[in-house]
């Protein structure tokens, strides 16, 4: 796809241009987790990031105008940089970074995906995705003669095992009727949906919708692995509905207090934005492999960050 009328393939970003956007980003990040407010960071976050923070911030600043008395600097190091080549716009690369949120020993090593995003020759780079995931989890990417990766297409990916541009209208439809059933088992597709079907509380129902979020800035984006898979990242939309029976209220917490519009009567909406890290296997991977407790072959999702954007009472 081109863009702007341009043709040549080249590199997204040269590896200066790549640690000036993830310096850039963690010192925005910094200056607003340490005042909670979202405008000091708002120029450095984008798509499923983005909506996550920005609202973060604002639930966390009323609720502590005075800022964050726990604020500790986020750390990124150990930086490594995936840069595509590729024609036209957007252009993206992923940042593999050490962060400091572990450094405490007591949790498991994990390594700091963040995918930063550029639509446009003016515009700035922007941190659309962010994953945290094992070391063993980051596969090897596919690299030409030079050492620059191969985007995933943003159409068209017959190689694959399931078309990436489709994964979160796939996501999202598998949580509501259980199929196409393309996701390894776990905890965030199998696990989830057993989880909201067998949600049970005295004098309370609950609801679940999810939708597809597949545009612009919270558009899929991947990389081509050595294997001939891909890591993919996308972004979903997720509404839960609680509703109480007379005489009862849900409960609401100060987080959503933050973000509440209307009021809670019988009737509570959390709407929540999610991103989510998966690998997909090239067309035909595990084909005929009985042995791999159904895995082989499906698309593995590696790490979800949701996080709530709004609520509405009723």
Do not use: C
């Not at 199929?179 to 049970?200: C, I, K, L, Q, Y």
């Not at 809670?264 to 997909?280: A, P």
């Amino acid at each position: 796809m081109t863009v702007h009328g341009e043709l040549a393939v080249v590199p997204s970003a040269t590896k200066s241009e790549a640690a000036r956007a993830l310096s850039d980003f963690t010192a925005a990040y910094n200056k607003a987790d340490k005042a909670f407010d979202p405008e000091l960071d708002a120029d450095r976050v984008t798509g499923a990031l983005g909506a996550v923070n920005q609202a973060g911030l604002k639930a966390r600043g009323k609720n502590s105008p005075d800022g964050n008395p726990a604020h500790d600097p986020l750390e990124l190091t150990d930086a490594s940089y995936v840069i595509p080549k590729k024609a036209g716009w957007p252009r993206w690369f992923l940042a593999d970074t050490d962060s400091n949120r572990d450094k405490d020993g007591g949790g498991t090593d994990t390594r700091w995906l963040l995918m930063f995003l550029r639509t446009g020759p003016d515009a700035p780079w922007k941190a659309a995705y962010l994953a945290a995931v094992a070391p063993s989890q980051v596969p090897e990417f596919r690299v030409d003669a030079d050492g620059w990766a191969e985007a995933v297409p943003a159409e068209g990916g017959g190689e694959l095992a399931t078309e990436p541009a489709g994964l979160s209208t796939t996501y999202t439809k598998y949580l509501q009727e259980g199929a196409p059933d393309v996701f390894a088992p776990g905890a965030t597709t199998s696990g989830w949906r057993d989880a909201r079907e067998n949600t049970r509380r005295a004098g309370f129902s609950y609801q679940y919708v999810d939708q597809p979020l597949k545009d612009g800035d919270f558009a899929p984006l991947g990389l081509m692995t050595k294997d001939g898979g891909a890591l993919v990242f996308f972004s979903s939309k997720h509404f839960e509905r609680q509703t109480a029976a007379r005489g009862l209220r849900p409960e609401v917490t100060p987080d959503v207090e933050a973000l509440l519009t209307g009021e809670v009567k019988s009737t509570l909406t959390k709407e929540r934005v999610s991103s989510q890290l998966v690998y997909v296997p090239e067309a035909g991977a595990g084909a005929g492999d009985a042995a791999d407790g159904g895995t082989a072959g499906k698309v593995r999702v590696l790490n979800r960050l949701p996080g709530l954007v709004a609520a509405q009472g009723s």
